[in-house]
């Protein structure tokens, strides 16, 4: 037997498995015990492309399930038809009599694979490829993680006797008369009569006469759409329709998928190409979750998710596929998160004792005890801080929770140990009032201090030198080097604004390590700043300590304990996503006597009587804040800016009194300046954008009024709040918003009813979702286009699962995982791209 009669066996052999349902049963013993005696014989036909990839396709065919069997061996009849399919005849001469010329098979198409470009698959046009390629779809691959944003349930069939008016039914009818119509505006149509034993049904097409040629008397067509009722006759207009077939339906009867479309792409076109398109490629798609995970999970395989996230055959499996993605897109975030923690703990820190009469002594310095959330955060602190791995740790607080107390324990204990400690503020003003609240507190709390011998000035210049550090050092409150009782902790300020002769010293102390706290902005890690011996950093959450600042100090030669604090509580979902690669502290209990702040939403129309409200506060020696949201002057939209609103107050309401504006276009120096003068009182009003979320403390503040508050999240407006109520007298929050929806209601409600900022996290979360909660995605924070951040199981089997994959293989290095690891390094690439 030749080669092109072996390849006319095997295409038989294919035909039959095609017309007996993909059974497996088209020959003796199944299609790969033939397939494997055949290959044996074929050795002339497996030259040939087509025939390798039919081979490859069919390798495994007895495990595949139904739909990856018809997809396979569909394509694998396409692929061999190639072969066979012969140019057209030369026109013959008329001289010459026409020799027959033997057939000769055309060079065969390329095999489909996931990076074939959308231009080279048959029935898409350049137009349409370039449509495709502004909503990021370049290649099959691209094509199968573009998912439908939602689908029209067209699954209830129906007779049209049971047709119910209202209702979005679907129906199998046939036609029985067509007829076009014009009307007196100038629009036209056609119009069909449908039925079926039990009825007729109307059926109206506007502006498509067109539509007239594509149907024929006595065809069977599935309509689905709205059914109206019109001169007594039940009536469809303008529904979706296919003509019946036994095979799979597309655009009717079944759970429509509708995918998001652009300038040049029309939903049934689109949906034909996306169809055939899944059915020749999802089973193309290996699958990186290795066997025992799925079954471990319960999941189904990827190629069957990726078909049925396309075109479900029912409800359940949607969600079975939903399931399936989402998970995947959990456990890609834990297991990089997961990873990034082994790296930064894989590596030798410093294992520190605990002092307990230190830790005492700065208890007794304090004006208030403890509350149980604090002593819980720090014992899992200290715990921490007592191996010798680097300490991971994030740091969750309400607003007026006493973050800033935890951080001052937290690094008294390591400068207790002979370690410096640095804590990093995101503004200079934080920093500063950092800087001046630690060192008050630190400096009464005696320490340990080793004994240092110092040695004698060389000459002149060393000795000025010396005078330059004596000054430093009575400037720091630090005492003698040879006090052995210990003395007060010696605190130091480094931002970008100091006077390079203040800078020069600061850095030196650092690095000769008389300096025991360093309080800055991130002009701490930057490359000039030596440390003697950093144990411990405490972070913003404003500056996100990636890899690339731990790795700063690693190259300056240190592995210290770190303290990521967040400016505002985040839902746990959120937590494990964002913050994954910290151990979570969290401080749910707010210091006992803290009064409540009484919060009040308002209309437009009520503002008279806030502005009323403020003056009498003011009257009182009091202050208030105004906040305005961002407007773009592109949005046709009713509100303020705080521009606007500063010259409205300051001209029209409150003329009398002194008026001040900060907004994000300002230098960090004026913001910081306008902000000091408010503190010291220079001003009765301070208008602002967004920028105080994170602000200092001014006690005198009664008064915060949020203006458009529906376009701020929760967590936000929970932060304005906590801008007052900082001091002894009551304080107010007024929100302004003339929104009325549903959702609007209930976040401005939750916010009157609710000083939990953890509940409200939640809420807001549940309401807006992820996307709405942070305003704009944070950087290098994954995209999720399937996963749901509000479920918490799916999130919580996630990761478990990377838990034990990294327990058995931490590196991702054995074979079985080699196309996860690609697949995860590939997702974290992406989020870089996109943050």
């Given at each position: 037997m030749d080669?092109?009669?072996?390849?006319?066996?095997?295409?038989?052999?294919?035909?039959?498995?095609?017309?007996?349902?993909?059974?497996?049963?088209?020959?003796?013993?199944?299609l790969e015990r033939f397939l494997t005696n055949w290959r044996l014989e074929a050795n002339s036909a497996l030259s040939h492309p087509p025939v390798q990839q039919t081979l490859e396709l069919l390798a495994g065919y007895s495990v595949f399930d139904l739909t990856t069997r018809r997809a396979r061996v569909d394509i694998a009849i396409?692929?061999?038809?190639?072969?066979f399919r012969a140019p057209p005849p030369k026109p013959a001469t008329p001289t010459a009599k026409p020799r027959p010329q033997p057939a000769v098979a055309e060079k065969p198409a390329p095999p489909l694979t996931l990076e074939t470009p959308i231009e080279q698959l048959p029935g898409v046009g350049k137009v349409t490829a370039q449509s495709f390629k502004r909503l990021g779809v370049r290649t099959v691959y691209d094509m199968l993680y573009h998912f439908p944003h939602r689908y029209d349930d067209f699954t209830s069939q129906k007779q049209i006797a049971d047709?119910?008016?209202?209702?979005?039914?679907?129906?199998?009818?046939?036609?029985?008369?067509?007829?076009?119509?014009?009307?007196?505006?100038?629009?036209?149509?056609?119009?069909?009569?449908?039925?079926?034993?039990?009825g007729n049904l109307k059926v109206v097409f506007f502006r498509q006469p067109w539509l007239a040629k594509q149907f024929t008397i006595g065809a069977q067509i599935v309509l689905s759409g709205k059914i109206d009722s019109f001169q007594g006759l039940r009536q469809m207009t303008g529904p979706d329709w296919e003509p019946?077939?036994?095979?799979?339906?597309?655009?009717?009867?079944?759970?429509?998928?509708?995918?998001?479309?652009?300038?040049?792409?029309?939903?049934?076109?689109?949906?034909?190409?996306?169809?055939?398109?899944?059915?020749?490629?999802?089973?193309?798609?290996?699958?990186?979750?290795?066997a025992n995970v799925r079954e471990r999970a319960g999941l189904m395989p990827l190629s069957e998710a990726l078909a049925q996230m396309h075109f479900p055959t029912s409800k359940e499996q949607l969600e079975h596929a939903r399931r399936r993605l989402g998970f995947d897109e959990f456990l890609f975030i834990q297991l990089g998160v997961l990873q990034r923690k082994v790296l930064w703990q894989g590596e030798h820190g410093y294992a520190m004792d605990f002092h307990e009469q230190t830790h005492e002594a700065l208890l007794s310095k304090l004006p208030f005890d403890l509350t149980g959330a604090q002593v819980r955060a720090l014992e899992e602190i200290f715990a921490d801080m007592q191996r010798p791995v680097p300490m991971a740790r994030l740091l969750q607080g309400d607003v007026g929770s006493g973050k800033t107390a935890v951080a001052a324990a937290t690094a008294l204990q390591a400068i207790a140990n002979g370690f410096q400690a640095a804590i990093m503020a995101p503004t200079e003003i934080l920093a500063e009032q950092h800087y001046k609240g630690l060192k008050a507190l630190l400096g009464q709390v005696r320490v340990p201090r080793a004994l240092h011998e110092a040695a004698a000035p060389a000459d002149a210049q060393a000795s000025a030198h010396q005078a330059e550090l004596d000054e430093l050092k009575r400037l720091l409150g630090m005492v003698p080097e040879d006090d052995l009782d210990g003395a007060g902790v010696r605190v130091a300020l480094l931002t970008g604004s100091l006077g390079a002769k203040e800078r020069r010293r600061v850095l030196e102390a650092i690095a000769k390590g008389d300096v025991d706290l360093v309080v800055g902005t991130h002009a701490l890690i930057t490359e000039s700043v030596q440390y003697a011996q950093l144990g411990l950093v405490v972070v913003d959450e404003q500056h996100r300590f990636g890899v690339e600042q731990r790795q700063r100090l690693k190259d300056k030669g240190f592995n210290p304990h770190m303290l990521v604090m967040t400016a505002t509580p985040i839902p746990r979902t959120l937590t494990m996503t964002i913050y994954g690669d910290l151990d979570t502290s969290v401080l749910d209990e707010l210091p006992p006597g803290r009064q409540e702040i009484k919060?009040?939403?308002?209309?437009?129309?009520?503002?008279?009587?806030?502005y009323k409200h403020m003056r009498r506060e003011i009257s009182r020696g009091r202050q208030a804040y105004v906040v305005c949201p961002l407007v773009d002057e592109s949005e046709k939209i009713d509100l303020p800016s705080a521009e606007e609103m500063y010259a409205k107050l300051q001209r029209e309401i409150f003329p009398d009194l002194r008026v001040t504006l900060i907004h994000g276009k300002m230098l960090p120096r004026e913001k910081d300046e306008a902000m000091v003068a408010f503190r010291s009182h220079d001003y009765d009003i301070l208008v602002a954008t967004a920028v105080i979320e994170v602000g200092i403390d001014v006690p005198n503040a009664t008064t915060m009024l949020i203006e458009g508050a529906d376009r701020f999240g929760l967590a936000q407006l929970h932060q304005f709040r906590g801008r007052?109520?900082?001091?002894?007298?009551?304080?107010?929050?007024?929100?302004?918003?003339?929104?009325?929806?549903e959702v609007t209601k209930q976040r401005l409600e939750a916010m009157e009813q609710t000083r939990d900022g953890f509940k409200l996290a939640e809420i807001d979360l549940q309401l807006r979702g992820p996307g709405e909660f942070f305003g704009t995605r944070q950087s290098g924070t994954p995209d999720l286009k399937v996963a749901q951040l509000a479920d918490t199981r799916l999130l919580h089997a996630a990761n478990l699962e990377a838990q034990k994959i990294l327990r058995e293989d931490p590196q991702l290095a054995r074979p079985e995982h080699a196309q996860l690891k690609a697949k995860v390094e590939a997702f974290w690439a992406d989020a870089a791209k996109a943050g």
């Open positions: 080669g092109k009669d072996q390849i006319i066996q095997l295409g038989k052999i294919l035909r039959t498995e095609q017309e007996q349902g993909y059974t497996d049963s088209a020959a003796p013993g199944g396409d692929a061999l038809r190639t072969l047709l119910e008016i209202g209702a979005t039914e679907t129906v199998v009818a046939s036609v029985v008369d067509i007829r076009t119509f014009g009307t007196r505006s100038g629009m036209s149509g056609i119009e069909l009569l449908v039925g079926d034993q039990s019946y077939s036994d095979d799979e339906l597309i655009h009717t009867g079944r759970l429509v998928p509708v995918h998001p479309l652009t300038k040049g792409l029309y939903e049934r076109n689109a949906r034909s190409i996306i169809k055939r398109i899944v059915d020749r490629a999802a089973p193309l798609v290996p699958d990186y979750l290795p919060t009040r939403w308002i209309v437009s129309a009520e503002r008279d009587k806030a007052v109520g900082r001091g002894m007298h009551q304080s107010y929050c007024v929100l302004v918003s003339d929104k009325d929806n």
